[in-house]
């Protein structure tokens, strides 16, 4: 079975030495650094969420309610899943990329027949590759979350570094 939820890591330079780094520390190294990033991973889906809610078409708000953050060495956070959403209870990964991206054509309920001539849209245009909400929120917060975890490291390898286990 296929994914349903669509999960983005924060973009950061230098991200894979300094993980290879820290695959030779003991493992509570590895726990700190993971706390530090599901911190930062938290403020980003909260800012995510208020992006979904107001730019990402009339099923934002639904939508929003799926954001959390991830546990992981890296800043990361989830929208979508198998959550029923809306009064047509459509699951979650399916209005996901409509709502983020646009569409130009008719999927789900509003593809049947009956609906052929109704002069409303589903969803927003279809933008390319450029999305409505989301994508663009996470490309413009990275340089804030990759300072900050690189600032989180730093933290965490002196505190290693002077003999904390």
Known sequence: MAKST??????IDGVREILRAFSVLPKSAQKAIRDHS??????????AVVDVSAHGGPQGPNLATTVKAVRDRVPAIQIG??????????PAWGMLFGSLFGMNGRSGWFSAARYASA???????????????FFPLVEAEAPTISREWHAAVDDVLSEFSQGGT
């Open 119 to 133: 002069a409303g849209r589903q969803y927003r245009p279809h933008a390319g590759q450029q999305a409505y909400a």
């Open 38 to 47: 599901q911190a930062l991973a938290r403020k980003l889906a909260v800012k």
């Open 81 to 90: 899943g198998t959550r029923k959403l809306g009064r047509h209870r459509a």
């Open 6 to 11: 669509l999960v983005v890591t924060v973009r």
